[in-house]
């Protein structure tokens, strides 16, 4: 699998515009758990009913006082097709921020990555990814945070 990796703070752009970045050193970072089953990776398939895609949500849970200040979402399609994708930042004050928004076709089994910071400089408590596309194709998605870059 090829991974690419992206660096952005409030982006918009295609999901297929992939600039180098730097790897983080995995010792200062730590993958997030999805808020309802604990686990690291979630594999999701689209499912587009009568009102709409009705499963596009994933929640992942910063731990509080980690002092991480930098995260990487991770996406693997599993087909080709196009995908829209969102990544939000929740704040315990009740604040949202909308750091990453876009969509395109993609390549299945490639990695696409990318690296946010907080645009507010607080730490928030959730990572929520939203990711909608055509009826019943599939993904796999994860965040990791780290506290230096």
């Known amino acids: 699998m090829k991974k690419v990796y992206l660096v952005g703070l409030a982006l918009l752009g295609s999901l297929g515009a992939l600039l180098p970045a730097k790897a983080m050193a995995q010792s200062n970072c730590v993958n997030l758990q999805e808020v309802t089953s604990g686990q690291t990776q979630i594999r999701k398939q689209i499912r587009v009913g009568f009102l709409g895609p009705g499963n596009i949500h994933t929640d992942f849970s910063v731990p509080p006082n980690s002092g991480l200040q930098f995260f990487e979402v991770s ?3 599993e087909n080709q097709a196009r995908y829209d994708a969102e990544i939000n930042f929740r704040y315990s004050s009740g604040a949202q921020a909308t750091v990453f ?3 395109g076709d993609v390549t299945p089994n490639q990695v696409y990555s990318r690296w ?9 408590f959730l990572i929520n990814t939203s990711v909608s596309g055509e009826n019943n194709t599939a993904y796999t998605i994860s965040v990791r945070g780290c506290q230096d870059f």
Request: net charge negative; proline share 20%.
């Open 116 to 124: 946010f910071v907080s645009p507010t400089g607080d730490l928030p």
């Open 101 to 103: 928004s876009s969509g």
């Open 75 to 77: 996406f693997v399609p």
